[in-house]
């Protein structure tokens, strides 16, 4: 779909870290810019 990565590094004990990586889109117009992005969402 967004053609990213997902990766997990998990420790015993220690906890885990998970790395999303996603392809940026360049753009001059940003209306494109939020269409191409509407559907991303961050949990923190």
Request: aromatic share 4%; hydrophobic share 40%; proline share 2%.
């Amino acid at each position: 779909m967004h053609e990213g990565t997902i990766r997990v590094n998990s420790t015993l004990g220690e906890g885990s870290e998970f790395i999303i990586e996603l392809p940026v889109v360049l753009t001059n117009d940003i209306s494109e810019a939020i269409e191409e992005i509407s559907d991303i969402y961050v949990i923190k």
